[in-house]
Nanobody
Framework: QVQLVESGGGLVQPGKSLTLSCAAS????????MAWYRQAPGKQREFVAR???????TYSDSVQGRFTISRDHARNAVYLQMNSLKPEDTAVYYC???????????WGQGTQVTVSS
């Protein structure tokens, strides 16, 4: 089993920056890729960014050029640097980890990001 805990959410003004962190614990050797998803009120959860096992990062079109995902293997952590935040970025952000030995997916409890003036 893998446990994921997000932190770093909060209230921020449009145009400002925020960094989210996700710390993994437990059977971290099982982790393959890690990613961030988000869910806005009344909407489905959507993909934000992914850092795969080969070290490649991919982003949704809506955050490309503004968000940066990074991974610290030594700390079993993944980060999401969010710049030029917009009100439409307001959502609960969830950390995801894929299991390299099975089809199991691991999720954190989520952290709220609110972009508002």
């Amino acid at each position: 089993q893998v446990q994921l805990v997000e932190s770093g959410g909060g209230l921020v003004q449009p145009g400002k920056s925020l960094t989210l962190s996700c710390a993994a614990s437990g059977s971290t050797f099982r982790i393959a890729d890690m990613a961030w998803y988000r869910q806005a009120p009344g909407k489905q959860r959507e993909f934000v960014a992914r850092f795969d096992i080969r070290g490649s990062a991919t982003y949704s079109d809506s955050v490309q050029g503004r968000f940066t995902i990074s991974r610290d293997h030594a700390r079993n952590a993944v980060y999401l640097q969010m710049n030029s935040l917009k009100p439409e970025d307001t959502a609960v952000y969830y950390c995801y980890a894929g299991d390299s030995l099975s089809s199991v997916s691991y999720w954190g409890q989520g952290t709220q990001v609110t972009v508002s003036s």
